[in-house]
């Protein structure tokens, strides 16, 4: 009995791997993907026009700060666009029944959508981030090169923060008849989650004490400290997070289950 299981685990975790990579290729070859990741990175290029102003040391701080706005904003865009269109894509081309015929689970194809998704998301981070670290090394030389482990653990972060987006809409998109409505949702989820931390403890707002802290994730804040953060504080983080995302995905696993095509 324990190797059937371990066989059955086996062959959903294939499955969900084939989800996802079929997720990630499709994401890849959308025209929202390309110009997300070209206007980044034309606004983090577009820092350079300030090179002629003399910023001494703040200089640096200032790309990496401008440099992760970028990120995090341009991310939050892909994250709940994207999620919502390859969703639908598969929806109304009727590609999810085809793989949904087949010994797949709904739950399965839930994960493997979110997981392609947060693939996508970590090529975005990765692409934006490197080329934040090579204005950083031009322009700060060895000084440049010293924040690069923070500038990683900061885009790490970012990364926490854009996959928690996905999710949100992603179990938007499970009961949604609609990728406008997904995506439009899934922005505004986050930003609710956004500003999670002005909610007072008492009130009819209360019940959003519930809701992910995305302000938790704050890459600014990162970058601020000049050094990583604690061992600690950064497992805190990914528990968090991952507490979040199983949430997330087990609830679009159940509203995903109970749908009717």
Known sequence: MPDAVHRGATASLRRIRLIARHTLGEALRLRLTSLLVVVGAGLVLGVLELREFNFGSAELKFIADFGLGALGGLGMLLAALATAQLFFNEIQGRAAYCVLTRPVRRREYIWGK?????????????????????????????????????????????????TLVAAMTLLVCSYSGSALFASCAGLILALTAQVRPFVSG???????????????????????AAQPPAALVLLGLIVYWAAYMTVFGVLASYVFKLREF
Do not use: E, Y
């Open 202 to 224: 008492g009130g009819h707002l209360t019940w959003l004490r519930l809701w992910p802290n995305l302000a938790l994730f704050d890459a600014g804040a990162v970058l601020s």
């Open 114 to 162: 979110l997981a392609g998704i947060g693939a996508l998301l970590a090529l975005f981070t990765a692409a934006l981030g490197a080329l934040i670290a090579v204005l950083l090394f031009w322009r700060g030389g060895n000084a440049g090169a010293a924040m690069l482990p923070v500038l990683s653990c900061a885009c790490a972060v970012q990364w926490f923060k854009l």
